[in-house]
Antibody, heavy 126, light 107 residues
Framework: EVQLLESGGGLVQPGGSLRLACAAS????????MSWVRQAPGKGLEWVSA????????RYADSVKGRFTMSRDNSKNMLYLQMNSLRDEDTAVYYC????????????????????WGQGTLVTVS | EIVLTQSPGTLSLSPGERATLSCRAS???????LAWYQRKPGQAPRLLIY???SRAIGIPDRFSGSGSGTDFTLTIRRLEPEDSAVYYC????????FGGGTKVEIK
């Protein structure tokens, strides 16, 4: 059974940093791209970032570009999101999500749709 | 960025009825790269439909998707109490975006 378990959320002051982690199990982790998706209170889902299966390509939403860094350790089946210069508007539940493939175009990851999601971890910037 | 607008915001129906959920894109979605998810309180989103009309593994055939270009529909036939949830559409032809969701309530 595919499982994703996020951790690392918490309360942080504006301008601070936080590192989220996502532990994956039940499938060949390195084969598939991964994404982070967030949901702010009372808002809809927002795609944040994606990383290719091998980890060589990343892509970010404009709202987090330059502040967030996504990485993965395929030897440990772990996904990470380093969040710096946090803002009030980054307050949200953050989900890691498994993509159904690991496609790149011109060397850039192309996120598709997500067939497994974690339960989420809450990040509060205040 | 492709903006997805879902309607209605809330749908209140009785068991056995049919639910029709709409997802409209601000520009054409490449190759019908549109997915639908179900989200129940306290649970992770669950993939229902991809490629606009293909059901994900384990999804009952009561759920069906249709549409192309800018207009897409999720239909849930013979509603059951367990279908009570928020449903989201997502396009993945370009940088992924999600709709705002439609809440389905079962009376």
């Amino acid at each position: 059974e595919v499982q994703l378990l996020e951790s690392g959320g918490g309360l942080v002051q504006p301008g601070g940093s936080l590192r989220l982690a996502c532990a994956a199990s039940g499938y060949t982790f390195s084969t598939y791209a991964m994404s982070w998706v967030r949901q702010a209170p009372g808002k809809g889902l927002e795609w944040v970032s994606a990383i290719s299966g091998p980890g060589g390509s990343t892509r970010y939403a404009d709202s987090v570009k330059g502040r967030f860094t996504m990485s993965r350790d395929n030897s440990k089946n772990m996904l990470y999101l380093q969040m710096n210069s946090l803002r009030d508007e980054d307050t949200a539940v953050y989900y890691c999500a498994k993509d159904t493939q690991s496609l790149t175009f011109g060397g850039v990851i192309v996120p598709y749709y997500f067939d497994c999601w974690g339960q989420g971890t809450l990040v509060t910037v205040s | 960025e492709i903006v997805l607008t879902q309607s209605p915001g809330t749908l209140s129906l009785s068991p056995g009825e049919r639910a029709t959920l709409s997802c409209r894109a601000s520009q054409s979605v490449i190759s019908s790269y549109l997915a639908w998810y179900q989200r129940k309180p306290g649970q992770a989103p669950r993939l229902l439909i991809y490629g606009a009309s293909s059901r994900a593994i384990g999804i009952p055939d009561r759920f069906s998707g249709s549409g192309s270009g800018t207009d897409f529909t999720l239909t849930i036939r013979r509603l059951e109490p367990e279908d009570s949830a928020v449903y989201y559409c997502q396009q993945y032809g370009s940088s992924p975006t999600f709709g705002g969701g439609t809440k389905v309530e079962i009376k």
